[in-house]
Every structure is written in structure tokens, then in C-alpha cells.
């Protein structure tokens, strides 16, 4: 990994406080993050999970990947995180990175269950070697911004999938990352929740202005989270079009029940059914 | 269970039949959990004084359980210290077993070679009966303690070392990802996440561990046969079988279960306490 670059210099500077940020700039002027260029991924030398995905992430976006089950959407976010390696291609940040820029919400909470709240989301503070008393803050601060600052000394178990899912997220967060990876994560939950829980993340992506990469299956979803929207198909898996939503955050309910952004589940659901239909 | 859920208190509680069938039930439960095997015990007690007082059989082939128990509170100062030297020896050889269980545990999950190179000898000491083992044991180790903990240990580290490697592999895998993502150290990996996921599994093993190191210190001193001063329980059962004082055969074996049975509830006592908080098999819920 490389040394960090002026953004994370200037994050160090701001320290970890997940104090609200500014607003991003428009989606043409954002600066770069992070660079996919000419991906390919080939399993067991002849699964091809991805053929040729190139994609650039500026600071500041919120991009859905869309797509059928097997388009390779999870297997990219992998490669991003370093899970695994491309079989050609490469990814670069801008100005490098270290562990602390990136933060992962999986589809299942992922907490571990003999920990209580606030000491699941001091995690990665704790793989750094803070102790608790020197960041109790910032967990109490990300908890704050869940809405479970209440549920600190609560153990998993006792929390619904929802809490849990928040609780994810603040562990995510909570070292203020540049870049949070979500994969399908309220895919297991009920439609009240999932629509609280989008309102929410927006929220909390307006707060600590991060970057996100969001992989979905739902059209409705990526229209109402996203900026961009890159659909992909599966077989070999590969980016077929992307969409822009160019509508202004906060987006609220107001937002669901308009015809723009019934115009633009159209586009984005036209788009999944080509991907489908190339898949075919 | 969720505690998002309003537990705003109801003044009048509406019991219905369901609600109330259950906690009869519970109320049976709780009652027979300790009245039922008390029940079996006395049952069991008096036929066996019945069938030796009908049939009028002579103490040294099967003595009264009043005989039994008089023999009990007579030797007690005998057979009380004998006990003391079974559960020091069983003790030990619980606690190297634990030593020896989880750092070879985790010498495995750390190397997959060190795994493939030792793991078939351990089954191999698992499976071989401890009664062929012990006498050589007897014959190359000079100290009689150390020979007796080395069998107690070969029988109970088998369980501590296979259920702690199987809890140190189970660790969630997306916490995995998420422990490597973060740029854990291997040191940190095991601390913050192998060893708590491995836990339930440990104790799992030590309370099968704990049985079985007293078994092996008991058939350990059946081989060594060595007697006076620190012979155990196992030896005084063999001494009073060569005297034939039955009675006295019979208080050694009911002291030797009674150790297993405090052994295992205090195992599972502290079980409970380390599980207690998170883990699903310390919950109680509703049926």
C-alpha cells in the first residue's frame, strides 16, 4: 500500500470527529478516488467472474452497482477491498491509501456476538491499537449518528435486525473513512426497515461526506441512494451502461412519489433488463 | 427478542390458556428437574436393601446401602484423603490438558503443516485404550505423580485440543474479511476473533475433558498399584477388593462418581458463566 495522499492528509488534519462535512461538489467536477481499469477476474482458470470492468470513483459519489445474481458486483467490491486479486488490470487510488480509508458493510450484520455494541464499533480502532478510553468518543459519536448511543452495552442478541444493520454501519464509519463498501447490505430486511434505513445512510453520508460504493439488486434502491448507477450483466460479469441520477441531496419521501424518480427506476430498470437480456 | 420493542408495562397482565398451560409446565419442570431423580435414588435404595435383606446375602458379596453408608462416615478420614490425591491428580492433568489442548489447538490453526504433521499422532494417542499404554508409561517414567498425570493427561487433552481447533476454524468468515480489510496482525486475529468465536466449543471439550481426566487418573492408579501414603481412590477400591470389604469397595466408588458429578457441574457452571451473556446455548427462551 502506498503512502496517503492530500485527502487523507487533510482528513488526519480534520481528526476522526464525524463532524458534518461539506456539501459534494457536482458530479462532473469531483476529484478522483479510486480507478478500475481493464479488470478481469477468472476463477479456477475458467470462471470468468469479470471481464474488462473499467470504472473511475470521484470523492464524494454514491454508486449502485446493479445487476442479475452472478454479473460479479460482490466479486468487485472484493477486489477493491483487497480480498482478492485482479487476473488483469489494475486498481489505483489516487494518492494511495491505507487500512483506515476503507470501511465494509456486508449483507449480514457481521458483528461479533460476545461484544457489545460500543465495542464492536471500536474494532478497527481497536486493530490500531487505540484503547477505548482514547476514542470513546468518536464510538459514542458514530453510535449517536445510528441513533443507538442508548444500546452501547448491549450485546447483539438483544437487538433487532435493523439495530443491527446500524450498528454495522457505525463500525463502518466510525475511523471516517474515504471509501465504504456495502454489499446488498438490507437485502435480509423488511421493506419498512430497508426504507428507513436508505434514509438514514443518506443522512449519515451527507454528515461525514464519505464516498460509497453500493451494490444492490433492487432498481428501486439504487435510484433512490445513488448519483450513478453502473448496471452490469452477468456471464462473463461487465459494466453494460451507466446511469446518472443527477437529482440534489437530501433526497427525501417527497422524492420516492415523484415522477423523476419514477423516470429514472424506468431507465434504470430498461437498463437491468438489457444486462438480463444479454445474460440470456 | 428485541428491546426495540415497547415494554411499556400492561397494569392488568390478560393470562391466557396457552399462557397459563405454559407456566404450569415450567412450574412441573422446575419441581420434577430435582424431585424426579430423588424420587429414582430412593426407589433404587430401598429395593437394594429389600433384595439383600430377602435374600439374606452376605455383606461381602453385596452389602445394604445402610452398611454402605456407615462404611462411608467409618472411613471417611481414609477414604477422604484417598479422594483428596484422586482430584489433585485428576486436577492437574485437567489443567495440562487445557494447556496442552488449546497451544497445540492453536499451533494448528496456525500452520496448516504443523496441523498435517502432528494432528494423525494425536488421534492415534486418542484411540489407543490408556490400560495398554499405562503400564510402559509406568515403566519409563521414574516419578509415580508424574506417571499418573501423563495418563490422565493422554486421555483428556484429546477433546480440549479437537473441539478448540474446530472453534479457532469456525470464526465467521465475513469477520474474517472484515479482521483482514482492517489490517489485523495474525496475533490480533486470533485474540479479538478466533479465540472468543472458539470459546463455546473449548468448553464444550473441557467438560468431556474433565470426565475423562478423572477416569484416567482413576485407571492410572489401578495400574500403578502402588500403595501407602498418597494412594489414591482407585487404589483403595483394589485394596479393599483383595480384603473383600465390599462395603468399603462401594463408598470409594460413590466417592469417585460424586468427584465427577462436581467436577462436570462446576465445568458446566463456568460454562454457563463465560456463555452466559451472548451465546445461543446460555439463552433461555420462551417455548
Not at chain 2, 445394604?64 to 489433585?88: N, R
Not at chain 2, 468448553?203 to 495400574?223: F, K, M, P, T
Request: aromatic letters at 8%; hydrophobic letters at 50%.
Amino acid at each position: 500500500m502506498m503512502a496517503g495522499g492530500s485527502a487523507r492528509a487533510t482528513r488526519k488534519r480534520q481528526g476522526t470527529n464525524l463532524m458534518p462535512s461539506q456539501t459534494p461538489l457536482p458530479l462532473g467536477a469531483r476529484p478522483e478516488l479510486l480507478k478500475m481499469e481493464g479488470i478481469d477476474k477468472t476463477f479456477n482458470g475458467d470462471v470468468v467472474a469479470l471481464k474488462g470492468l473499467s470504472l473511475q470513483v470521484n470523492e464524494g459519489d454514491f454508486i449502485s452497482l446493479l445487476g442479475p445474481s452472478g454479473c460479479g458486483k460482490s466479486t468487485a467490491l472484493r477486489l477493491i477491498a483487497e480480498l482478492s486479486h485482479p487476473t488483469r488490470g489494475r486498481i489505483t487510488w489516487a494518492g494511495g491509501h491505507d487500512t483506515g480509508d476503507l470501511g465494509v458493510v456486508f449483507q449480514e450484520p457481521t458483528l461479533m456476538p460476545w461484544a457489545t455494541v460500543a465495542e464492536n464499533v471500536w474494532l478497527p480502532f481497536r486493530l490500531r491499537g487505540a484503547s477505548y478510553a482514547s476514542v470513546k468518543d468518536e464510538v459514542l459519536q458514530a453510535l449517536r449518528l445510528v441513533g443507538l448511543e442508548r444500546f452501547q452495552t448491549v450485546y447483539p442478541r438483544e437487538l433487532s435486525g435493523g439495530m443491527k444493520m446500524r450498528v454495522s454501519i457505525a463500525r463502518a464509519m466510525v475511523t471516517r473513512p474515504r471509501l465504504i463498501l456495502m454489499d446488498e447490505p438490507f437485502a435480509a430486511l423488511d421493506e419498512i426497515t430497508r426504507f428507513r434505513l436508505n434514509n438514514d445512510l443518506l443522512a449519515l453520508k451527507e454528515k461525514i461526506g464519505c464516498t460509497v460504493i453500493f451494490v444492490t439488486h433492487s432498481v428501486f434502491e439504487s435510484v433512490f441512494l445513488s448519483d450513478r448507477i453502473v448496471v452490469m450483466a452477468a456471464r462473463p460479469g461487465r459494466v453494460i451502461r451507466e446511469l446518472t441520477v443527477d437529482e440534489s441531496y437530501p433526497r427525501d419521501e417527497d422524492f420516492r412519489t415523484s415522477s423523476d424518480y419514477a423516470a429514472h427506476c424506468r431507465s434504470a430498470s430498461d437498463a437491468l433488463h438489457e444486462a438480463m437480456g444479454i445474460a440470456a | 427478542m428485541s428491546i426495540a420493542e415497547d415494554r411499556g408495562a400492561d397494569p392488568a397482565p390478560i393470562v391466557d390458556a396457552d399462557e397459563a398451560r405454559r407456566a404450569r409446565a415450567r412450574r412441573l419442570d422446575q419441581i420434577g428437574k430435582w424431585t424426579l431423580p430423588a424420587l429414582v435414588l430412593l426407589v433404587s435404595l430401598f429395593l437394594w436393601d429389600r433384595v439383600v435383606v430377602w435374600n439374606e446375602i452376605p455383606h461381602y458379596i453385596l452389602p445394604g446401602p445402610g452398611l454402605v453408608f456407615e462404611t462411608l462416615i467409618k472411613d471417611w478420614a481414609m477414604l477422604f484423603d484417598a479422594a483428596l490425591v484422586t482430584l489433585q491428580i485428576t486436577l492437574m492433568a485437567l489443567a495440562v490438558a487445557v494447556l496442552g489442548g488449546v497451544g497445540l489447538a492453536i499451533l494448528f490453526t496456525q500452520s496448516r503443516w504443523i496441523e498435517m504433521s502432528f494432528y494423525p499422532y494425536a488421534v492415534i494417542l486418542q484411540v489407543t485404550p490408556i490400560v495398554a499404554i499405562a503400564p510402559l508409561i509406568f515403566i519409563y517414567v521414574d516419578s509415580r505423580i508424574a506417571g499418573l498425570l501423563l495418563c490422565a493427561w493422554l486421555v483428556a487433552f484429546f477433546p480440549v485440543l479437537s473441539n478448540t481447533t474446530l472453534g479457532l476454524n469456525s470464526a465467521d468468515h465475513n469477520l474474517r474479511d472484515l479482521f483482514r480489510i482492517m489490517g489485523a496482525t495474525r496475533w490480533q486475529r486470533l485474540r479479538y476473533l478466533q479465540l472468543p468465536s472458539a470459546l463455546p466449543y473449548f468448553l464444550g471439550g473441557l467438560r468431556i475433558a474433565g470426565g475423562l481426566s478423572l477416569i484416567g487418573a482413576v485407571v492410572a492408579e489401578y495400574v500403578a498399584g502402588t500403595g501407602g501414603i498418597g494412594s489414591g481412590l482407585a487404589f483403595r477400591i483394589l485394596e479393599a477388593g483383595y480384603r473383600l470389604n465390599i462395603p468399603r469397595m462401594f463408598a470409594a466408588l460413590i466417592l469417585i462418581a460424586g468427584m465427577g458429578v462436581i467436577i462436570f457441574a462446576g465445568l458446566s457452571f463456568l460454562s454457563h458463566m463465560l456463555l452466559r451473556k451472548w451465546h445461543e446455548s446460555a439463552l433461555k427462551r420462551e417455548r
